[in-house]
């Protein structure tokens, strides 16, 4: 059971409204984000549009507002919602006892597959 | 699972209990409730007495209840059901081959059938200081006593965790005469059951009481004085004495014994849906379990465990298939529930009602037409109709529209499906407007005698023009006597709110509203934490009403003012530091060229402001070029903000055969004195030395060009899409004239426009007279202005790159961490 989820630390590393990052050696960077309302998300940083890294955008309710073009992407489906089409893989996670877990498969799957083998 | 058969024995099987708690307690009398023949049972406690109910123990720290008054069975309750109780001797081992258990004392007893029920430990944050005398946690009567006993002596009380329990806790202390302090790590006080807007009504609510609450506040150490506690120490520096320290942060199912014995464990014993554990001798219940991957720290969902268990102990297994939970806080005075699950999001839709002047906050959340969550502070009355809901997971479409009123008003028949009828049903001389005394027949002949949109009744009779509670009811109103013919209001803020740009402004500034959070309550916003529009423009609207006095929430700016550099397409950041006026000198330029070297710059730009632009620096090495550009004496250029970027000038009567004045030195002075403020947006300034305007001064926001006989100062210019030549506002004799005025000009600006309005648009939207009459109608107007800008520039020009080369907010720029996959790992991936 552990072994299918990686451990990246402790829930306090980020704040409410904020968002922190986890590079993968040869795959996609994840971004970790903490709502306002004390869930937890992981997505793939990169916005559906051209790339934005969505960690750095504003978070409100379950949403993250796009640094870059202001898109709103879902964190908790990886839809760009409104009139907007897109989507960004999500990456599952869950919290125990103050930790955060990622699921493995979902954060190697974000690895580009000529880079991986 | 099957049942427990009984065991053969001919005499009663033996039931060992372990943990005289509240889930072991009630187990037992759940089993004797259906068969009392069956099992001879014995308990083991840990506490020298008989059990009692822990919930208790809050309002008995309070005063308002004393143990006996919490004894759930009294010592007849254990003799009449042929208990054994052993009280204060703890269970150390368990022998699952010889069925027994050893307790400290060394008596040994064996068991047919097993049950722990040890419930769980307090975390201890593991500090220097922990284990100091005067620090304690909250668990059992224990820890009520020595806190009873410490607040006899009075003094400084410090409760660390912003929780149930140690909200609690710091009210107890605080009516037994204690000054406390409550020190929690997150922002929001509960944040597992409140959200942020509740959280923060729930902090002011306590501090008005007299306590202080410090959010945000991680413990670094617990301090010591001639071998007592003395003080907390926290990570920022900051110490609070304390006479007593109450740990509050948490609690962890207590698991030692089951481990010892090697039954399965994960954070709580592993359980079934009949509480029995990985040993079908032994089961578990309460705190210290896990069932389907859940661990509870409360008391409904043991209630629910307890029957499941004396279900499956008496040959009759129902099963147990989790619980829903709900919160309710036992501070006398605050009404507070929360249920569910309330982090909302777009499948889910959020029904948020505020009623500032009652003091109110109802949030409810349905997904798929069903309640999913509720959190109700102020008034819950209908917190377990709602609870029950959500439990049933019943179909609400039906009352969905008054879903929020509650109760009485969802259920109320037929009208509850019409949003209007409410109001339709008023009488005539009930009040609308609280704050203004406007009845519904005033509202009404308002709306008769021709005001047709939100915006003209509130002008004309004044409802809804104060707090704007009554929004609604004005906007049903207006429905109901004109149909689809209402106007549109002026423009709102955002979707989340019916307030404009400037009724907000002006509302913050009369009801004197200090923090994000407490603007959304008072000003009835719809959705509990804004969203990306409102947060920035409300996170400026405080900054510029309250100087000094409200503090920045970085989480409501836009990612170029949280990182304080410019975020470019391909995710990395440009650097721009500040050059007064456009002027360097070689050691600076020196120092740019280092760092674009050091950090590897793609580009170096000369920018559209006379500045140097480092382009491709990665998020990570933003703190260590500040730290650099720092050492050469340079401080952020602002060019990402919403802000005064540049101060442009030419070259004036120093060098210039033209120059009338020192075109250069003004850009500077004008520099050092606008820089680092926060603006509505982007501004931008300019100062040529003669009208042949070499530093395009006609395009800037504030332009001056300096003439033979003084200086002439422009405003409103726009170089950008929509090209703007500025207005002549005004021409002036010296230097510290037009300083005044362009400190006057630029805070008018800033508390008039709308957010993300730039001068250009402002000026076109309320006419340059309005601007020329602010200013100078009154001969101090410009003093004054001039007054409170350099009263706020007090607390604004302090370098940002500064700041975070020494390591604040440091996590911003770095990575949780690196995930770096096996080699093997990425065979079987690639697989
Ligand atoms: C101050 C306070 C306020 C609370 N307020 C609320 C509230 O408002 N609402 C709510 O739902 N819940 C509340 N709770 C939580 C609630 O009290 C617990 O969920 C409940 O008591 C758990 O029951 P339990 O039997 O699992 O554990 P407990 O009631 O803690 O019982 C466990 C017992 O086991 C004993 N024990 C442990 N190890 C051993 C051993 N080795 N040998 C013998 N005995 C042992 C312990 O001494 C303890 O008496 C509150 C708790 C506290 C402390
Ligand atoms: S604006 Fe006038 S003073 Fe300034 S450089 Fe141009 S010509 Fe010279
Ligand atoms: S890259 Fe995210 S909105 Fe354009």
Redesign the interface.
């Known amino acids: 059971?552990i072994g299918d989820w990686?451990d990246?630390?402790p829930v306090?590393?980020?704040?409410?409204?904020?968002a922190?990052?986890?590079?993968?050696?040869?795959?996609e960077e994840?971004a970790?984000f903490h709502?306002?309302?004390?869930?937890f998300f992981a997505l793939v940083n990169k916005c559906p549009h051209?790339?934005?890294?969505l960690s750095?955008?504003?978070?409100?309710?379950?949403?993250v507002?796009c640094?870059?073009h202001?898109w709103?992407i879902?964190?908790?489906?990886g839809h760009a919602?409104g009139d907007d089409k897109g989507c960004v893989p999500t990456v599952p996670l869950k919290v125990?006892?103050?930790r955060l877990y990622l699921l493995r498969e979902a954060?190697?799957?974000a690895?580009a597959?000529e880079r991986?083998? | 699972m099957t049942a427990l058969h009984p065991i053969p024995t001919g005499r009663p099987e033996k039931l060992v209990v372990i943990g005289n708690g509240m889930a072991g307690c009630r187990a037992v009398e759940e089993i004797l409730a259906r068969d009392s023949k069956r099992y001879k049972v014995t308990i083991f406690g840990a506490e020298p007495r008989v059990n009692y109910n822990r919930i208790m123990l809050s309002p008995v720290l309070a005063g308002e209840k004393a143990f006996d008054d919490i004894v759930i069975n009294s010592a007849d309750w254990y003799t009449d059901n042929a208990i054994t109780l052993i009280s204060g001797d703890p269970v150390v081992s368990i022998d699952r081959a010889k069925q027994t258990v050893t307790a400290q004392s060394g008596r040994t007893e064996p068991y047919d059938r097993l049950l722990i029920a040890t419930g769980s430990d307090p975390f201890i944050i593991p500090v220097p200081g922990k284990d100091l005398p005067g620090v304690v946690t909250f668990r059992d009567l224990d820890d009520v006593d020595k806190m009873l006993a410490a607040a006899e002596k009075g003094g400084h009380a410090v409760v660390i965790g912003g929780g149930l329990l140690g909200l609690e806790a710091a009210h107890g202390l605080a009516l037994r005469g204690m000054d406390v302090t409550v020190l929690h790590l997150m922002p929001t006080l509960m944040e597992r059951q409140l959200d942020e807007a509740a959280g923060w009504l729930l902090k002011s609510e306590l501090e008005r009481r007299g306590q202080t609450i410090l959010t945000g506040a991680d413990t670094a150490a617990i301090l010591e004085k001639d071998g007592h506690v003395a003080g907390v120490r926290l990570k920022d520096g900051k110490d609070i004495p304390a006479d007593i320290v109450v740990m509050a942060v948490g609690i962890r199912p207590s698991t030692g014994l089951a481990r010892l014995a090697g039954l399965e464990v994960e954070r709580g014993i592993l359980v079934d849906d009949h509480m029995l554990t990985s040993d079908p001798a032994i089961m578990a219940v309460g705190e210290c379990v896990q069932h389907r991957g859940q661990c509870y720290g409360l008391v409904a969902p043991l209630w629910e465990m307890c029957r499941s268990l004396a279900d499956a102990a008496t040959g009759a297994p129902s099963g147990y298939e989790g619980s829903v939970t709900s919160t309710k806080l036992k501070v006398s005075g605050i009404d507070l529930f929360s249920a569910g699950d309330f982090s909302g999001g777009e499948d889910c839709e959020d029904i948020v009602m505020r009623d500032a002047s009652r003091g109110l906050y109802k949030r409810v959340i349905v997904k798929e037409n069903r309640l999913v969550g509720a959190v109700l502070y102020g008034d819950t009355a209908d917190g377990n109709w709602y609870f029950d809901l959500l439990k049933r997971g019943e179909d609400v479409s039906d009352i969905r529209e008054a879903l929020i009123f509650g109760q009485a008003f969802a259920m109320g028949g037929g009208a509850s499906n019409d949003p209007h009828a409410a109001v339709a049903a008023l009488s005539d001389d009930a009040e609308i407007c609280g704050c203004n005394g406007v009845t519904k027949g005033m509202v009404v002949s308002t709306i008769n005698g021709g005001a047709c949109s939100l915006d003209a009744v509130r002008s004309q009779c004044k409802a809804s023009a104060s707090c704007g509670s009554c929004t609604g009811l004005v906007e049903g109103l207006l429905a109901i006597a004109l149909g689809d013919e209402v106007k549109a209001g002026p423009k709102t803020l955002c979707k989340c709110t019916k307030f404009s740009h400037d009724d907000v402004r002006r509302l913050i500034l009369e009801k004197e509203l200090k923090a994000i959070p407490q603007v959304m309550q008072e000003l009835h916003w719809t959705t509990p934490d804004g969203c990306a529009s409102c947060r920035p423009a409300l996170n400026y609207y405080l900054l510029c009403a309250w100087p000094g006095v409200y503090v920045d929430d970085q989480r409501s700016r836009f990612v170029n003012e949280r990182m304080h550099a410019n975020i470019q397409k391909d995710g990395t950041y440009s650097v721009v530091p500040r050059m007064w006026g456009g002027v360097t000198t070689p050691n600076e330029l020196r120092a740019i060229a280092d760092a674009a070297d050091k950090y590897g710059a793609r580009m170096v730009k000369v920018t559209g402001g006379q500045r140097l632009d480092l382009f491709g620096i990665s998020k990570e090495d933003l703190p260590d070029i500040w730290a650099d550009l720092n050492a050469a004496g340079m401080v952020s250029g602002h060019a990402y903000g919403k802000s005064l970027r540049t101060v442009k000038t030419c070259v004036g009567s120093e060098w210039c055969r033209f120059g009338t004045q020192d075109s250069t030195g003004l850009g500077i002075k004008t520099e050092q004195m606008t820089w680092g403020s926060w603006m509505p947006h982007k501004f931008k300034i300019a100062v040529s030395g003669c009208p042949r305007n070499c530093a395009e001064a006609t395009i800037k926001d504030f332009g001056v060009i300096c003439v033979d006989s003084g200086y002439e100062l422009h405003v409103g210019g726009n170089g950008g899409i929509h090209l703007r030549g500025t207005d002549l506002l005004c021409k002036v004799a010296t230097e510290q004239e037009a300083l005044d005025v362009c400190a006057a000009f630029i805070q008018l600006y800033r508390e008039q426009a709308w957010y993300l309005e730039r001068t250009a648009p402002w000026i076109e939207r309320v006419g340059l007279d309005h601007v020329k009459a602010g200013l100078f109608d009154d001969p101090e107007a410009v003093q004054h202005l001039a007054a409170r800008f350099r009263y706020s520039q007090s607390f604004m020009q302090d370098d940002p790159w500064a700041r975070r080369a020494k390591g604040e907010d440091a996590e911003l720029h770095q990575h949780l961490a690196e995930f770096r996959p096996f080699p093997t790992m990425i065979k079987e991936a690639a697989e």
């Open positions: 059971m990686l990246i630390g306090t590393q980020i704040s409410p409204g904020n922190r990052t986890l590079p993968v050696q040869g795959g994840i970790i709502t306002m309302g004390g869930e051209k790339h934005g890294p750095q955008g504003i978070v409100h309710g379950t949403v507002t640094p870059l202001s709103n879902s964190l908790k489906t919602l125990d006892a103050g954060v190697i799957g690895m597959p991986a083998a």
